[in-house]
């Protein structure tokens, strides 16, 4: 399928198709599912996906695969997801003032471990679980680190499913640390140096 499959840059139109596969995609994910653990609650973040993707979005970094049977976003150095509204958009979900504590400590803690050099960010990679392990996820992978690599850049990523973790490394990351804060799921940082560095 790999063979003919189309990998195209995101436009805004495209945004609510957007946030559909990725709802789709990490619906068995072990953070989202330990955050919103009943169907409807997870549902119910759809526009969260929407407010991460965004910055990607207009930026021309995120890329559709097929008929939005994958995609992924990635955020240049420099580039942050509108972390504000990202905020207030958990603010307004179900989540208890523990868990919001929990998310807060988390997030200081992966943001030491975030390389000094300037490096692109995998913000979210997700497959519609109707056509995983067709070989889209990896070949929006190398469409993207192919040009990064191009450039000499770094490459970032934070992992929340560590069944994943097999699937980074076959594409060249290394994972820096685990992250383990209140009750959260592990979390795995994981860099890349380019193949010409």
């Known amino acids: 399928m790999t063979d003919t499959l189309s990998i195209r840059a995101a436009l805004s139109a495209d945004m609510q198709e957007i946030e559909q596969t990725l709802l789709l995609g990490f619906a068995t994910d072990p953070l989202f599912r330990f955050l919103w653990p009943k169907a409807s609650s997870y549902l119910s973040i759809a526009e969260g996906f929407t407010m991460t993707g965004r910055a990607s979005v207009h930026g021309g970094h995120a890329k559709i695969a ?4 994958g995609v992924c976003l990635w955020l240049p150095p420099g580039v942050k997801a509108d972390e504000d509204a990202f905020a207030a958009f958990f603010d307004g979900t179900s989540l208890t003032p523990t868990q919001i504590n929990d998310i807060t400590e988390n997030h200081e803690a992966l943001a ?17 679980p109707a056509c995983q392990n067709l070989g889209i996820g990896s070949a929006l992978m190398k469409h993207t680190l192919r040009e990064l690599d191009e450039i000499n850049a770094l490459t970032y990523l934070v992992s929340s499913n560590p069944r994943n973790l097999s699937f980074y490394r076959s594409h060249g990351f290394k994972q820096v640390t685990t992250i383990k804060t209140g009750c959260m799921p592990e979390m795995f940082p994981m860099l890349r140096q380019p193949k010409n560095g």
Request: hydrophobic share 45%.
């Open 66 to 69: 097929g008929d939005f049977s």
């Open 112 to 128: 030491r471990c975030k390389p000094i050099e300037p490096f692109w960010y995998l913000s979210l990679l997700a497959i519609d």
